[in-house]
Every structure is written in C-alpha cells, then in structure tokens.
C-alpha cells in the first residue's frame, strides 16, 4: 500500500482512541475488549495490517533521521501486564536501531530522589532525528506517588511544598513541560493501555501456570489490584488534565494485544506524518560535488 494511503487509514483509526482536552473524557467510556472494525476472526487481516504499518513507520522514521530537525517522544504508561514491553517490541520492529532510544522507569534511585521528579526523564530525551520512548515515565509522580501518598515523602519535598494541591501542581507542571519541549521541535504522544480488570487477572495467571512466563510475575503487581479503582481514577484525572491538542493522550484498548499494538502504529504513523517530512535536499555546492565524484568514479578502471 502506498504511504500515502496508509497514513490516512491511520489517521482515521488513531483518532477515535485520541484525547486532547479534559471535557467530557472517562475512562469507562472506553471499551477495553473494543476491536473497533476488526473481528477476531479478522487476526490474519490484522496481522499484515501492523506489517504494512511497521513498514510505513520504517520509511518515516528514515525521513526524520535524516532531516534531523524533529524529535518524537513516545510516552507509555499501563497497568501492569498490559503490554507496553509487546507493544513497544513488535511496532518499532522495523525501525532503525540507530533513531530509537528506550527508557525504561522504575522506583527511583537515591539520586533521582535528590533531583526533582521531572530529572531523570528529562536526561533520556531523544536527540533530534530520533523516536525516544518512554517506558513509564514522570507520569508516575501523579500515578503511583498519589495512590501511594507515602511516597511523597521520600522525595524529601520541603513541607511548604507538601500542600493538598500538590496534584493540581505537578498536572501544571507536566502540561508546561510538554508544550517546552514541543516549542522546541519535541513531539510529544501519551499512551494509556488499557486493560481490564478481568483479562489482567487472566494474564497474571499465565504467568503463574507456565513455566516459561515465571520470570514475568511480580507478587507486587498482583498487590497493586488491590488498589484498581484508585489507579483508575489517578489515570482519568492524569490524562483530563494533561492532554492537549498538540500533546494527545491515546488511550488504547488492550484486551487483544494485536489490536493494541495497530492502533498505536496507527497513532505513531499520525505524528511522524503531521511533521512533513522529507529527505534533504542539496544544493549547488553538494550536486557539483557528487557530478565530480560521479566522474572520478567512472573514469576508475576496474
């Protein structure tokens, strides 16, 4: 398929999953089983679609490296066995190694602790011509850190800054953070995957009942559904108050992993697309240089 034709089908799709403002978004508005216009008797169909926009992706990707002008920062964040780590692996899978870069964010360490909770992502920001992703990322300061209120206080916070609008500041903080980095050339896309409640519990005892997934299962994950509801919330307030127009949150349906991973094709496909990419174009000096090299070359015997 042409490129052209992909990027519209995109388009269309990663638009019904886009939220870029706060009025009226719920979570439970979205289906986490959705499949939109593909069945699952329609896996194959699906299947050669994310190949087509994997190689679609592969050509963007390719422009923006070499125009080097913009940088694409991919943001995910999941409850756990939602399939970040799959989906990150099979839609960047035809892309340079060369113009992606991957973070990945856990508990943060002593020194992250001793900086402010924006410090250690904002190190890993992708250089010009490159794809960062984020897996997780300062989103978990307004995620985890707010279902667990405790940990505000290991991150040594002056009192004074300890306040019940903590919250409401730090939503502030990352949208002013966000519209920085696209004022400078840094694209900005958020990705909620969304998993319900049942199909999480169906993959977690995958991970328990085979033995080839053990290495998978956390019992601290399986602690964190305890607190379902709170997540829940925490994402809702998280994405209504931090999607913007030029800062989109998409959040996903990730019952079925292989619709997951189209759709977020689908919306990296949208933001390469919207940057109007194209190869360098030389001039005079450089084409008068390659016509002597072209000489050279041909006059070479052998």
């Avoid at 730090?170 to 980095?181: G, K, M, N």
């Avoid at 030389?282 to 008068?288: D, R």
Wanted: proline share 4%; hydrophobic share 40%; net charge positive.
């Amino acid at each position: 398929m042409e490129l052209d034709k992909v990027i519209k089908v995109a388009r269309k799709l990663a638009r019904s999953y886009r939220v870029t403002g706060k009025d009226g978004f719920r979570i439970k508005d979205i289906d986490p089983g959705d499949t939109a216009w593909l069945e699952q008797e329609d896996k194959p169909r699906a299947k050669d679609a994310l190949q087509t926009g994997i190689q679609a992706l592969a050509q963007l990707q390719d422009m923006l490296y070499a125009q080097d002008r913009w940088a694409v920062l991919l943001v995910f964040q999941a409850m756990d066995a939602a399939g970040k780590d799959g989906a990150i692996k099979h839609v960047m899978s035809g892309v340079n190694p060369q113009g992606c870069q991957v973070a990945s964010f856990k508990a943060p360490s002593a020194e992250e602790l001793d900086h402010d909770y924006l410090w250690r992502c904002n190190r890993h920001l992708p250089e010009r011509g490159r794809i960062g992703i984020f897996n997780r990322s300062y989103y978990e300061e307004v995620l985890v850190v707010r279902v667990h209120p405790e940990l505000l206080r290991h991150q040594k916070l002056p009192e004074s800054r300890m306040g019940k609008d903590v919250w409401k500041k730090r939503y502030r903080d990352i949208r002013t953070y966000e519209r920085y980095l696209d004022t400078n050339g840094v694209i900005v896309r958020k990705f909620f995957l969304h998993v319900s409640r049942a199909e999480q519990k169906r993959r977690f005892m995958d991970r328990i009942d085979n033995p080839e997934k053990n290495w998978k299962f956390s019992a601290a994950d399986a602690r964190e559904r305890g607190h379902w509801k709170a997540y829940m919330a925490a994402y809702e307030d998280a994405i209504r108050e931090t999607a913007t127009p030029e800062c989109p949150w998409y959040v996903v349906p990730a019952d079925n992993k292989w619709f997951t991973r189209i759709v977020v094709a689908a919306a990296v496909i949208e933001a390469l697309a919207s940057l109007g990419l194209h190869y360098p174009k030389v001039g005079p000096t450089k084409l008068a240089e390659l016509a002597a090299a072209r000489k050279a070359l041909q006059a070479e015997r052998g």
